[in-house]
C-alpha cells in the first residue's frame, strides 16, 4: 500500500528546529524542505530525470524566501516540464544563461559595439560628436538599461526636455542615432524588432535653416575684417587657408605637413578624414603655398599645420575659425562652414562648371549610379579655377587698401 504524506503547512515548517544533523520535511509529490544543523530550510524537488530515469534533485530557493505555496507551484511547473520530456534543472539553467545574457546586454554595452562599426565609416570628428550627445543625454538614463527594455515612451520621456529648450536638432540627430543603435540590436538578434521606429513623429520638427554665409559682393568686408582682426597667427591663416581651399572646417583645422606635396602642389586628404570618407586632392594656389610658408616657423617641425595652443601636438579645435568669426562680429551672419558656400555662389555666378565646383566641395552626387561610375575628381581642370578662386580673394584685399 502507498504510503500516504501528510501536507506541510507554515506553522509546521515555521516550528522546525534544527538538529545535529541535516534532516527532510515532505510536502509530497516530490517537494521537500531540508533543514540544516545551521537552522537554514531549502526547498528540493526530487524527480525522476525524464530521459535518464535517475532521481535527483532541483534546489528551488530558502524558505521563507520561496513561500510554500510559491515552492509547491514551481514543483506542479516542473511535473508539467517533466511530463513533455524536459528536465527542468536543464530549464532552469537555460532560462539563467538567457537572463544573464539580457543583463549583460545593456544599450550601453551594445552602443559600444554598434559604436565599433560606425566610426569607421565616419570622420574622427563626427565620432566624436556622436559619442558625446549620447554620453551627455542618453547613457546617463539608459546606461544599465537592458536593450529588451528599451521602449519608445521611455526614450521619449527623456527626449522631450531636450525638445522643451528648443534644441530640435539635438532630438532629431539624437533620435537617428538611437535608431542605429536599436536597428543594431535587432539585426543581431539582441531585440525581436526595434521599438523606436516611430517616435520621431511625437516631436517637433526642427526648421529647416540656411546656413549662415555672406554674398559675394560682401567678400572684401570680411578680408578686411580678418586683416585687421586681433587674432593669434595661426588662427588668421587657418581662416584663410579654409576659404582658399574651400574645405570643411575638421578638414581645414586638421591639415597635416605629410599631406602636403608641394612639388606637385596638391594637397591629399586621406578618406579617414573625409565627410564621405574618399580621399580629396586638392590643388595648391601660389597664395595657399605662401600660406603653408608662413606657417613652417610655427608649426613646420611639428604633425599639424595649425597646431593647437594648449597643445602644439594636436590640431585646432575645428570650431576655431567659428569662434573667430563671432569674435570678429559675424556672428549670426557668417559661420565657418559658409566660406564653402560664399566660394560656390562665387563660382557659379563665373559660370565655372558645375561638376568641377562640386569636386572642389567634395560633394558626392546624389544619383547613386552616376557617383559610382564618376571616380575622377578633375584635378587638372579644377587647378585655373582654384587659381581663379585665390586671385579673386586678392582681388578683394586689394579692392580696400
Given at each position: 500500500?502507498?504510503?500516504?504524506?501528510?501536507?506541510?503547512?507554515?506553522?509546521?515548517?515555521?516550528?522546525?528546529?534544527?538538529?545535529?544533523?541535516?534532516?527532510?520535511?515532505?510536502?509530497?509529490?516530490?517537494?521537500?524542505?531540508?533543514?540544516?544543523?545551521?537552522?537554514?530550510?531549502?526547498?528540493?524537488?526530487?524527480?525522476?530525470?525524464?530521459?535518464?530515469?535517475?532521481?535527483?534533485?532541483?534546489?528551488?530557493?530558502?524558505?521563507?524566501?520561496?513561500?510554500?505555496?510559491?515552492?509547491?507551484?514551481?514543483?506542479?511547473?516542473?511535473?508539467?516540464?517533466?511530463?513533455?520530456?524536459?528536465?527542468?534543472?536543464?530549464?532552469?539553467?537555460?532560462?539563467?544563461?538567457?537572463?544573464?545574457?539580457?543583463?549583460?546586454?545593456?544599450?550601453?554595452?551594445?552602443?559600444?559595439?554598434?559604436?565599433?562599426?560606425?566610426?569607421?565609416?565616419?570622420t574622427a570628428n563626427h565620432a566624436t560628436d556622436i559619442w558625446r550627445s549620447l554620453e551627455l543625454h542618453i547613457f546617463p538614463n539608459l546606461n544599465n538599461t537592458p536593450v529588451t527594455a528599451i521602449t519608445a515612451p521611455k526614450v521619449i520621456e527623456i527626449l522631450k526636455p531636450i525638445e522643451a529648450r528648443g534644441n530640435l536638432e539635438t532630438v532629431k540627430?539624437?533620435?537617428?542615432?538611437?535608431?542605429?543603435?536599436?536597428?543594431?540590436?535587432?539585426?543581431?538578434?539582441?531585440?525581436?524588432?526595434?521599438?523606436?521606429?516611430?517616435?520621431?513623429?511625437?516631436?517637433?520638427?526642427?526648421?529647416?535653416?540656411?546656413?549662415?554665409?555672406?554674398?559675394?559682393?560682401?567678400?572684401?568686408?570680411?578680408?578686411?575684417?580678418?586683416?585687421?582682426?586681433?587674432?593669434?597667427?595661426?588662427?588668421?591663416?587657418?581662416?584663410?587657408?579654409?576659404?582658399?581651399?574651400?574645405?570643411?572646417?575638421?578638414?581645414?583645422?586638421?591639415?597635416?605637413?605629410?599631406?602636403?606635396?608641394?612639388?606637385?602642389?596638391?594637397?591629399?586628404?586621406?578618406?579617414?578624414?573625409?565627410?564621405?570618407?574618399?580621399?580629396?586632392?586638392?590643388?595648391?594656389?601660389?597664395?595657399?603655398?605662401?600660406?603653408?610658408?608662413?606657417?613652417?616657423?610655427?608649426?613646420?617641425?611639428?604633425?599639424?599645420?595649425?597646431?593647437?595652443?594648449?597643445?602644439?601636438?594636436?590640431?585646432?579645435?575645428?570650431?576655431?575659425?567659428?569662434?573667430?568669426?563671432?569674435?570678429?562680429?559675424?556672428?549670426?551672419?557668417?559661420?565657418?562652414?559658409?566660406?564653402?558656400?560664399?566660394?560656390?555662389?562665387?563660382?557659379?555666378?563665373?559660370?565655372?562648371?558645375?561638376?568641377?565646383?562640386?569636386?572642389?566641395?567634395?560633394?558626392?552626387?546624389?544619383?547613386?549610379?552616376?557617383?559610382?561610375?564618376?571616380?575622377?575628381?578633375?584635378?587638372?581642370?579644377?587647378?585655373?579655377?582654384?587659381?581663379?578662386?585665390?586671385?579673386?580673394?586678392?582681388?578683394?584685399?586689394?579692392?580696400?587698401?
Amino acid at each position: 500500500m502507498a504510503k500516504i504524506t501528510t501536507r506541510l503547512s507554515d506553522k509546521e515548517i515555521k516550528a522546525a528546529k534544527p538538529r545535529n544533523k541535516e534532516y527532510i520535511l515532505s510536502d509530497g509529490g516530490g517537494l521537500r524542505i531540508r533543514i540544516k544543523p545551521n537552522g537554514s530550510k531549502l526547498w528540493l524537488f526530487n524527480y525522476t530525470h525524464p530521459k535518464k530515469r535517475k532521481r535527483t534533485n532541483l534546489g528551488l530557493g530558502k524558505y521563507p524566501d520561496l513561500s510554500l505555496a510559491n515552492a509547491r507551484r514551481i514543483a506542479l511547473d516542473s511535473k508539467a516540464l517533466i511530463a513533455q520530456g524536459i528536465d527542468p534543472q536543464e530549464n532552469k539553467k537555460r532560462q539563467q544563461q538567457e537572463h544573464e545574457a539580457i543583463q549583460q546586454n545593456t544599450f550601453l554595452k551594445v552602443s559600444k559595439e554598434w559604436f565599433a562599426i560606425k566610426q569607421d565609416d565616419i570622420t574622427a570628428n563626427h565620432a566624436t560628436d556622436i559619442w558625446r550627445s549620447l554620453e551627455l543625454h542618453i547613457f546617463p538614463n539608459l546606461n544599465n538599461t537592458p536593450v529588451t527594455a528599451i521602449t519608445a515612451p521611455k526614450v521619449i520621456e527623456i527626449l522631450k526636455p531636450i525638445e522643451a529648450r528648443g534644441n530640435l536638432e539635438t532630438v532629431k540627430r539624437l533620435i537617428q542615432r538611437l535608431n542605429e543603435i536599436m536597428d543594431f540590436a535587432t539585426n543581431y538578434g539582441l531585440v525581436t524588432a526595434n521599438p523606436l521606429t516611430g517616435i520621431k513623429s511625437a516631436f517637433k520638427k526642427p526648421k529647416k535653416a540656411n546656413m549662415a554665409t555672406l554674398q559675394p559682393n560682401e567678400l572684401p568686408e570680411l578680408i578686411n575684417a580678418i586683416d585687421n582682426a586681433s587674432i593669434k597667427h595661426t588662427t588668421r591663416f587657418l581662416i584663410e587657408w579654409q576659404l582658399h581651399t574651400m574645405t570643411r572646417p575638421s578638414e581645414a583645422a586638421g591639415t597635416r605637413w605629410d599631406e602636403i606635396d608641394l612639388e606637385a602642389k596638391v594637397w591629399t586628404i586621406p578618406p579617414a578624414r573625409m565627410k564621405k570618407r574618399r580621399k580629396h586632392r586638392i590643388p595648391l594656389t601660389e597664395q595657399t603655398i605662401a600660406l603653408l610658408e608662413k606657417m613652417k616657423p610655427i608649426s613646420g617641425s611639428r604633425e599639424f599645420v595649425f597646431p593647437s595652443d594648449r597643445d602644439p601636438l594636436k590640431p585646432c579645435n575645428n570650431q576655431t575659425v567659428n569662434m573667430a568669426l563671432k569674435r570678429m562680429g559675424f556672428e549670426g551672419w557668417l559661420v565657418s562652414h559658409g566660406l564653402r558656400s560664399l566660394a560656390s555662389t562665387t563660382l557659379n555666378e563665373q559660370s565655372f562648371e558645375a561638376d568641377l565646383i562640386e569636386a572642389a566641395l567634395a560633394h558626392v552626387d546624389s544619383n547613386q549610379v552616376r557617383s559610382a561610375y564618376n571616380r575622377t575628381d578633375y584635378l587638372e581642370r579644377r587647378i585655373p579655377m582654384m587659381e581663379w578662386w585665390s586671385n579673386h580673394i586678392v582681388t578683394a584685399r586689394k579692392s580696400i587698401q
